[in-house]
């Protein structure tokens, strides 16, 4: 079966996932391309430009596709002049609030409408959280496909055994407002460790980081479901995290990892202080969190899933 797959990136975030996604199917038989497109590195001009010279793209190519898969809004819009018969749009995380949060409510009603139109332009959606599941169908009676994104644990048998850095608290994520990186650096002062922050490591050296951390926070105002909580459970890191889009989809309070409130930089402040001095509780939600992703996020229980959602 030959696939497209189409994203303004395959590193990080959705575009990251797609990556991992593709070198699993191609693993199983599917041939899948991934499809580069240039675009003009000004931040209001990304998307646009990214759109418009993928469409371009897609016009002067005669290649035709089993299935052409798009990994974000803009990317659908791409996809609507592709050569295939089947057509499937994934989103992580609610588009057009994100938009409006992070740009402006007029730009967010642009986006809601381009959202729609893209949903249009599918045959499949699907998304890796019950949450944005749940919004999607509540707001605009749209029904998405739950596939979570899995953990592909044979890729950390290259991670190297590290020494851990005693009260080492480690950031994994962009430099960006919804991530709320800004919150965990106003209280950094106060907090009874060091933290390290990994924006642009590549992954193996951010894992590397993260292996040899005491704990792993997630101050994020917005999320789907952060694949690097997923990560941490595997390599039983305990997790503090804000209780935003998914996340309490793989965090229970205090059984897999802590959840505090979003923007709340003091309650945030007492759960790091707090679990630091706590071995025990340390030790119970590593544990809990390790059998949790090894039942329910790896490639041997989600595979069945993905090829599924391409061969029916």
């Known amino acids: 079966m030959k696939i497209l797959y189409i994203s303004p990136r395959f590193e990080g975030g959705i575009g990251g996932h797609a990556k991992r996604v593709a070198e699993k199917l191609r693993e199983n038989g599917f041939d899948i391309k991934l499809m580069h497109v240039p675009h003009i590195p000004i931040k209001k001009l990304k998307n646009p430009s990214f759109t418009t010279f ?3 793209k897609s016009l002067t190519s005669r290649e035709k596709f089993d299935v052409v898969h798009a990994w974000n809004i803009p990317s659908a819009f791409i996809m609507k002049y592709v050569n295939s018969p089947k057509k499937i749009l994934s989103v992580h995380g609610m588009y057009s609030e994100q938009i409006g949060i992070l740009h402006s409510k007029t730009i967010g009603s642009l986006a809601n409408k381009a959202e729609f139109k893209a949903f249009k332009i599918s045959d499949k959606l699907t998304t890796d959280s019950k949450a944005v599941q749940k919004s999607y169908k509540d707001k605009i009676n749209v029904n998405f496909i739950y596939l979570p994104a899995p953990l592909d644990i044979e890729k ?12 080492q608290i480690v950031y994994i994520g962009r430099d960006s407002f919804e991530k709320g990186i800004d919150i965990l650096k106003n209280i950094e002062s106060k907090i009874n460790g060091k933290v390290v922050y990994c924006t642009k490591m590549p992954w193996k050296k951010t ?6 951390s005491s704990m792993l926070v997630v101050p994020s105002r917005m999320e789907s479901l952060p694949q690097v909580i997923k990560e941490a459970f595997y390599l039983k890191i305990p997790v503090i995290a804000t209780n935003v889009g998914g996340v309490s989809e793989i965090i229970t309070d205090h059984e897999t990892g802590i959840l505090i409130p979003s923007e709340n930089p003091s309650k945030m402040l007492d759960a790091i202080n707090s679990l630091l001095d706590d071995n025990k509780l340390q030790k119970k939600l590593t ?3 390790y059998d949790f992703i090894i039942k329910n996020f790896t490639w041997d229980v989600l595979l069945p899933e993905y090829l599924n959602l391409y061969t029916h």
Do not use: T, Y
């Open 54 to 56: 993928g469409i371009l």
């Open 156 to 167: 950390f048998e290259n991670i190297a055994e590290l020494k851990k850095k005693k009260n």
């Open 207 to 212: 894992m590397e980081v993260l292996k040899s």
């Open 287 to 289: 544990q809990n969190a």
